[in-house]
């Protein structure tokens, strides 16, 4: 089979315009989503520029006081409130349309419009791409999520341990302590709906049939939170194998802006088409966060059913 080559453009014509040099001609575009925009879904805001969350502890219980003293006392209630770091987030995704290069470039019968669309949507997929890594980010979070093995006192062995200690953390989200959050000491439970466990597609991978099917029943039984299972494969690979158990309510995400605009240069007969977007995602450590480290256990999985290639191997 012949091997393409990335060397002959349109302009060649320009050369060898008597002969017809394209016989057929494909022009794709890149698609691209944001496939955690669904579970951590963006809030749009207007005025203003900071975001402050706070969460009220339950009242204690108190003894009680037949003669009324205690009720004076002073019982102002237990307050924890985060603002958002200020890192509004402001990108332009720009690119430049030349049409009558298009046109050039093109084979008699074909549409510059259709080309020139898929040039503009390049913006639209870009910025698609760029939001949904930001939000991934937490994936990556150092010293943020509380380490499970602390709490449950045990690390997983197997990938059946891995799916045993996430359904142990998804309970201890439901239950009522105050050792799982981290930004405040308040004692919470964690409602069922809000939990969410998101898997590296690298542990997914490296799960049987049986494993795997037994991961997809704890979530139809309500026994594991929503499995949202996220591709790690360009991170670094100390993050491939880490699990985070969370409230989802973690995530914060609000939009100020996003617009699309032009700029046009006549003279030179091309346009700039921007899309704007602003946007604040951060973590709010008042709510349960827990991070389920399974690297033991599918380091141990690929042993036996792989050979590690040495660097430079």
């Not at 002073?74 to 770091?85: G, K, L, M, Q, V």
């Not at 080309?115 to 390049?122: P, Q």
């Not at 309970?171 to 405040?184: E, F, M, R, V, Y």
């Not at 609000?254 to 240069?265: A, L, Q, V, W």
Request: glycine share 4%.
């Amino acid at each position: 089979m012949e091997k393409g080559t990335i060397a002959f453009t349109a302009k060649m014509n320009e050369y060898m315009n008597e002969v017809v040099k394209l016989c057929s001609q494909y022009i794709y575009s890149l698609q691209s989503s944001n496939p955690l925009d669904e579970y951590f879904p963006v809030e749009q805001v207007t005025n203003g520029r900071d975001v402050e969350i706070s969460v009220i502890a339950k009242a204690e219980a108190q003894a009680f006081d037949k003669t009324g003293t205690n009720i004076w006392q002073d019982h102002a209630p237990e307050i924890a409130t985060e603002w958002n770091p200020d890192a509004w987030d402001e990108k332009q995704f720009i690119v430049t349309l030349r049409t009558d290069d298009i046109r050039d470039a093109m084979m008699t019968g074909k549409s510059p419009e259709e080309t020139a669309a898929k040039i503009i949507d390049t913006i639209t997929q870009g910025c698609e791409n760029y939001r949904y890594k930001k939000v991934r980010e937490i994936m990556t979070l150092e010293g943020f999520f509380k380490d499970y093995a602390t709490i449950g006192k045990y690390t997983a062995k197997t990938l059946s341990g891995v799916l045993y200690i996430c359904k142990d953390a998804y309970n201890h989200l439901k239950a009522s302590n105050s050792d799982s959050t981290p930004g405040t000491t308040i004692e919470m439970e964690t409602p069922a709906a809000d939990i969410y466990t998101l898997i590296p597609t690298k542990v997914i991978d490296l799960l049987d049939t049986v494993e795997l099917s037994n991961l997809y029943n704890l979530e139809k039984a309500n026994l594991i939170g929503k499995i949202i299972p996220v591709n790690v494969d360009d991170l670094d690979p100390k993050y491939w194998y880490k699990i985070k158990v969370m409230d989802r309510k973690v995530v914060r995400r609000y939009r100020r802006e996003y617009d699309y605009s032009e700029d046009r240069n006549n003279t030179g007969r091309f346009s700039q088409q921007i899309l704007y977007n602003d946007e604040l995602n951060f973590a709010c450590g008042l709510f349960k966060a827990v991070e389920v480290d399974a690297t033991a256990a599918c380091e141990a999985k690929l042993a036996e059913i792989a050979t590690k290639i040495a660097p430079g191997g």
